[in-house]
């Protein structure tokens, strides 16, 4: 049926048929390494020009193991090839839950759960776990917005909705069996190989009183054991759109500029012209005032009142604030094993600007190696470093606004057109203030954000040890032991040309209006506010576990004790950076000369400091018979807790 491997040209020609299972005709794709690919036909008919020998040419076909066949010579070409493919036979992984304690069967536990695995987190792309889960789980939620403003709340996310009205909604995080006291930005999803999330009381009923919103186990990768060194590396661009402002629904500027005339001639905004005059007021509300004042005409307070009906806040935003969000992720990983040792090592860098231009760099490194010295004995050690830090850029839309309303016909200039706001102050007030001796009290939208600006640094070591003994086929031992260290460095660093050194400085000057000096009771300069806190977390634990199956009954059981100690030092500093000194600003209660009201100077004082000591222990008792597991006293029972201030 076919003619031999010479065409009517000269060219030598690959021909043959592909046949599957029961002589099935498949249809292959040929793939060569010297003469490109082609795609077989109905039939499982092929054809392939072949123009460099030797060569190796591969046949695959979906839902058929690839084979190849070498091609030395035009001698190999004289008679057609009949490839014979054999059906690819799966072996699904064994479908389990990490409790963070142990790994269970679903059947094991009657509570609700859902596991990622690591081609499902890959699916998505982020440089953080927690934009790879979202989506993924039913009932685990993006809360960005809608959390009450509790302090403890830092992920964000909620699991199966609110728990709490005031409380705290983070769902507890546990990386690599230990409870996980850091940011949860800071994991590299590239090093997480799986992810369970606990989502009812069961929960609780494993890991204490804080994982009553929930649980999210993390597991991260590993080597295994005779394994061959492997190298990947990856690198990824992300690309977004810039916010789309006409997607939100509000207020045209001529509604809103209406909507502001009738509160103003129901009285709406008279007592604070009365009572606080030097309260910064909204252009529109300025305009009729200075008309009900008699300083502009009724016509002239209409042309001004068209002039803000017809300017759209939104588009003055997006070209002065927003631009193009960009994301760059790099990552490397090594890993391998001996028959004795397996050992992973991975790095990755992430660089990403947002919208707001705001810049982030984050460095993860981690060192993962497991030895098998004896037969049973197994000794595992983990190092996770990572370091980021965090630039400010520019303000968010809603942001800037006169006093305590962001008008949406607000202009924030363009480029060559600097633009003030009254911010804080009206500027009739602050144009007279101090006789013109006080520093410029204006403030510029699209300058002061450069002159503002504001750093994190994050650091941060996680290390585990873990040694494991199997005593015998059904019950092993294992000790471990797990250290956190987390610093968190913030400063915010307002340079002498931003509004809020100036506004600081002029809050509290005084005049001689007799001499006319000016006494700067803050020194001329810039401010820097320093947070500074270093929290450590320190955790021991020994646990039996037990696993025995009788016939056709599967027992398991795991019974231990853990120790747990957790400390938190704050520090928060003040300090004027004048031009020939730099020193702090001790908390004081002033006189603001200029309001007629006293004022405070600082926050904490120059050197505030808090530190917290936290000391816990807690039983472990598990039982699994086909039912969920069980503890004893979660750590809210066994929490002692002191405070002290220095």
């Known amino acids: 049926a076919f003619s031999q491997g010479v065409s009517a040209k000269g060219e030598l020609v690959l021909k043959g048929v592909a046949k599957g299972v029961e002589g099935k005709d498949v249809i292959v794709v040929l793939r060569t390494n010297k003469n490109g690919m082609s795609r077989g036909t109905e039939g499982g008919v092929f054809s392939k020009k072949i123009v460099s020998l030797p060569d190796t040419v591969f046949f695959s076909a979906a839902g058929y193991q690839t084979v190849f066949r070498v091609i030395k010579s035009p001698a190999d070409l004289l008679r057609p090839m009949t490839i014979r493919l054999s059906e690819v036979s ?8 990490n409790t963070g304690y142990q790994r269970i069967k679903p059947n094991e536990t009657n509570g609700s759960v859902s596991v990622l695995s690591e081609s499902a987190l890959n699916e998505r792309q982020g440089t953080n776990i927690l934009s790879r889960i979202i989506g993924q789980s039913s009932g685990l939620l993006l809360s960005t917005g809608k959390t009450n403003a509790n302090p403890q709340n830092q992920t964000g996310i909620t699991i199966r909705g609110l728990g709490t009205i005031n409380g705290p909604l983070d769902p507890l995080i546990i990386l690599d069996g230990y409870i996980y006291e850091g940011d949860i930005n800071n994991i590299n999803p590239n090093d997480v190989a799986n992810v369970s999330i606990l989502k009812d009381a069961s929960a609780a009923s494993i890991w204490g009183a804080r994982a009553g919103n929930g649980v999210i186990v993390i597991t991260t990768k590993k080597g295994r054991l005779n394994e061959k060194m492997q190298l990947s590396f990856s690198a990824n661009l992300l690309l977004q759109d810039k916010p789309d402002l006409y997607s939100l629904s509000q207020m045209t500027s001529s509604d809103y500029a209406e909507a502001e005339r009738k509160l103003f001639a129901s009285g709406y905004f008279n007592d604070q012209i ?32 068209d002039v803000l009906k017809n300017t759209d806040g939104r588009k003055s935003y997006a070209d002065n604030f927003y631009s193009v969000p960009l994301t760059q992720t790099y990552a490397l990983n090594i890993k391998g094993g001996g028959q004795n040792y397996s050992y992973l090592l991975s790095g990755a860098y992430d660089r990403s600007k947002d919208a707001n231009s705001a810049l982030s760099d984050k460095v993860n490194l981690r060192l993962a190696n497991d030895f098998k010295p004896l037969k049973g004995l197994t000794i595992g050690l983990n190092a996770y470093l990572t370091s980021s830090s965090l630039f400010s850029g520019k303000p968010t839309y809603g942001t800037i606004g006169s006093g305590t309303r962001s008008p949406v016909y607000q202009d924030y200039g363009d480029e060559g057109h600097l633009v003030s706001i009254d911010r804080i102050y009206r500027s009739v007030y602050t144009d007279t203030a101090g006789n013109g001796r006080l520093l410029d009290w204006k403030f510029y939208p699209t300058e002061n954000y450069k002159h503002n600006i504001q750093k994190t640094s994050r650091n941060e070591i996680f290390g585990s040890t873990s040694i494991k003994y199997q005593l015998f086929d059904f019950l092993s031992a294992e000790a471990g032991f797990q250290y956190q260290k ?75 004790t853990e120790m747990e ?25 002033l006189p603001d000369r200029h309001h007629g009201r006293p004022g405070r100077v600082g926050q904490g004082g120059p050197g505030a400091a808090r530190a917290h000591r936290v000391a816990a222990a807690r039983p472990l008792l598990a039982r699994a018979y086909g039912q969920p597991a069980l503890r004893g006293p979660g750590p809210a029972c066994w929490r002692r807790r002191a405070s002290r201030a220095s």
Do not use: C, M, W
């Not at 100690?565 to 020939?580: E, G, M």
């Open 90 to 97: 799966i072996q699904l992984e064994d479908f389990s839950v």
């Open 274 to 305: 009365t009572r606080t005059p030097y309260r910064a007021l909204t252009p529109a509300v300025e305009v009729l005032l200075a008309v009900r004042s008699g300083k502009i005409t009724a016509v002239e307070g209409e042309r001004q009142l």
């Open 486 to 560: 987390q610093q968190l460095n913030t400063s915010l660093n307002s340079d002498p040309e931003s509004f809020e050194a100036r506004n600081l400085i002029n809050s509290f000057s005084q005049l001689n209006r007799t001499t006319g000096v000016v006494r700067y009771i803050v020194p001329l300069g810039g401010i820097l506010r320093n947070s500074y806190t270093d929290s450590r977390s320190l955790t021991g634990r020994f646990q039996l576990n037990l696993n025995k199956l009788i016939g056709s009954h599967s027992f398991s059981a795991i019974a231990g």
């Open 565 to 589: 100690s957790k400390s938190i030092d704050d520090i928060l500093a003040n300090i004027s950076k004048a031009p020939v000194a730099v020193r702090p600003l001790r908390q004081r209660r």
